[in-house]
């Protein structure tokens, strides 16, 4: 998981980061909504836990920018010392998506991220996802085009399940890295390779072409001409 914490209180950070950290989360962190802004432009994150008491502008602005100018659906989770209910409903109403009081215990905090990270990559149920003739079914492992099951490398199969996940949207190469391998990011041609090996399986055999590249951009498994 890729993780930005938005948080003032340094100590409650270097708590929450350092634990993240130790179950495997790559976790980004600023300390007020500036900083905030500028890592949400530039980088892709599975969840974002905001505090809401911030100096400057405080995490309502912050989501509400995530929301609103970037159109972003990443899931956040609010950290806040509030504990009122109108607080918790308008952590909602401003496009939170789960509410966490301060103090709390990690391991619940932990369970509630990957909760938000498992439904927004639609791991909670698994279903068949389809784009034109082309099914992938994440309960059996299994790819199928015009019938035929088509055999993957299990990262062929992990990309192509990132971009019909998205599908019909365009995932950028840092995104895709991100989510296949963290931080620990192989040479640059081991993410190129890998595509090729699926662009030969999944499209070379067939007449429609259903894997993008758009250079500059990023990838997207979707129909021709059909944009996000």
């Known amino acids: 998981m890729s993780l ?5 209180h340094r ?9 993240l950290e130790q179950q495997g989360a790559s976790v980004d ?3 007020d909504g500036r900083l905030a802004r500028e890592l949400l432009r530039e980088h892709h994150y599975d969840l974002i836990l905001l505090d809401i008491m911030l100096p400057g502008e405080d995490g309502y602005s912050v989501c509400q920018y995530l929301r609103k100018e970037l159109t972003l659906t990443t899931p956040v989770i609010f950290l806040t010392a509030r504990d009122h209910l109108d607080d918790k ?14 103090p709390f215990a990690l391991p619940e905090l932990l369970a509630r991220v990957q909760a938000q990270v498992r439904r927004n990559r639609g791991e909670v149920a698994p279903h068949v996802l389809s ?13 199928r085009r015009e019938g035929q099951v088509l055999k993957l490398s299990p990262t062929a199969f992990r990309i192509l399940r990132i971009l ?6 365009v995932v950028s190469r840092e995104q895709l890295e991100k989510e296949l391998w963290g931080d620990l990011v192989p040479d640059s041609d081991a993410l190129r390779s890998h595509l090729y090996n699926l662009r030969k399986v999944i499209d070379k055999p067939f007449s429609l072409p259903l894997l993008e590249t758009l250079p500059g951009v990023g990838f ?9």
Do not use: H, I, T
Request: no cysteine; proline share 5%.
């Open 4 to 8: 930005l914490l938005v948080e003032d």
């Open 11 to 19: 100590q409650l950070a270097q708590s929450v980061l350092e634990f």
């Open 29 to 31: 962190y600023a300390g």
């Open 89 to 102: 409903l308008e952590g909602f109403s401003q496009g939170g998506d789960d509410y966490l009081v301060k």
């Open 131 to 143: 784009v034109a003739d082309l099914e992938l079914d994440p309960s059996r492992q299994e790819v």
């Open 164 to 169: 019909m996940r998205e599908s019909p949207k």
């Open 220 to 228: 997207a498994v979707r129909q021709p001409g059909k944009a996000a």
